[in-house]
């Protein structure tokens, strides 16, 4: 309803305006804190103790902010003849020194707390995952005792279960960062660092590199999915076992291509001719949600895209771009590898 003109609108009227954009506001942040990629909506004991210290060091900055700025306040508010120099000197030893010290102190105790449940490795038997970083993508390997199994820019998890990764880099320096599911864990060419996790629900989440390593370092994602052991099994399993044959004759001919133009080279597809070891394993890339370390949605038309302007997608990428491949070729490869399930 408008206001007439000339008309002052009630005190009460405006409180109650500015309380209901205060709530509309409250309640669009606390749907942006939701997401698969939100730390601040946990999935598993760590990075419900990352939240929970998230909200302590938060309240211990509002805590220091009142009394700094109520001092503040205070030597503005109050006229200069009534100042004590004795209560003065208290005020600001008190709110600008020893408060801080107390909370900061405080702070730091029970984060200091929160970090060998963090930090501490698996039970043994516990599932084993490596997870290598490579700019700009993720190898992933699952340790089991019938040999390895391995995938790209993809993890799933049984839920309720303690996994034991360890994160290595072939390059540079990355960060694995699953903020749903835990901390971060830097990995460093060279040395081999420790991360356990536990997902306590199902669900599909998402990873990302959290270090700055290059050109791609923005587009360098993966997806992480959790399900009951039961479903997990089954998934491995079919991780296990080596390429389908293409069903169609496009397909069938997307894979004499594949071979001929060089990509069984860098990449494996177990099963075939190809068993490059520079790039990702395409041995079931079909099944995957996403191409590129989560650039694109898996599809006969993103992977056209993807095989032909790779250069152009993914900065400084070292895979070369196949655009002297006609659209028919670049078709049926794209046909090949999306059947690869």
């Avoid at 901390?183 to 990873?207: C, W």
Wanted: proline letters at 7%; hydrophobic letters at 45%.
């Amino acid at each position: 309803m408008t206001d007439r003109p000339g008309q002052v609108r009630p005190p009460a009227t405006r409180l109650g305006a500015m309380a209901g954009a205060v709530g509309l506001l409250s309640a669009v942040g606390m749907i942006g804190c939701r997401g698969t990629q939100s730390a601040l909506d946990p999935a598993g004991p760590a990075a419900a103790g990352v939240l929970s210290l998230f909200w302590w060091m938060l309240g211990g900055g509002v805590l220091i902010w009142l009394a700094v700025a109520g001092l503040a306040l205070y030597a503005i508010v109050i006229e200069r003849p009534q100042h004590e120099p004795t209560a003065t000197r208290w005020w600001v030893i008190g709110g600008g020194v020893v408060a801080p010290t107390v909370i900061l102190t405080v702070l730091l105790i029970y984060g200091l707390q929160l970090i060998p449940p963090l930090v501490r490795d698996a039970p043994p038997g516990s599932l084993t995952v490596e997870v290598d970083g490579v700019r700009w993508w993720w190898r992933v390997r699952y340790l089991t005792p019938d040999g390895p199994v391995e995938t790209a820019n993809e993890i799933r998890l049984p839920v309720d279960e303690p996994v034991q990764f360890l994160l290595r880099s072939d390059d540079v320096i990355h960060s694995f960062w699953i903020p749903a599911l835990g901390g971060k864990m830097d990995m460093i060419p060279g040395r081999e660092n420790r991360l356990a996790l536990t997902a306590d629900r199902a669900g599909t989440f998402r990873g990302a590199c959290a270090e700055y390593c290059g050109a791609s370092h923005a587009l360098m994602n993966f997806d992480v999915q959790t399900l009951p052991r039961q479903e997990f099994d089954a998934w491995l399993a079919a991780q296990r076992a080596p390429a389908v044959e293409p069903e169609t004759e496009l397909g069938a001919a997307g894979a004499r291509l594949f071979l001929q133009s060089g990509c069984g080279a860098c990449h494996a597809v177990r099963g075939t001719a190809a068993d490059g070891g520079v790039g990702p394993d395409l041995t079931h890339l079909g099944g995957r949600r996403t191409i590129g370390a989560g650039m694109l949605p898996n599809d006969v038309e993103a992977l056209r895209r993807w095989i032909r302007d790779v250069d152009e997608l993914k900065p400084d990428v070292d895979m070369p771009a196949f655009d002297h491949l006609s659209e028919e070729e670049l078709r049926a490869i794209a046909v090949y590898l999306k059947g690869l399930k």
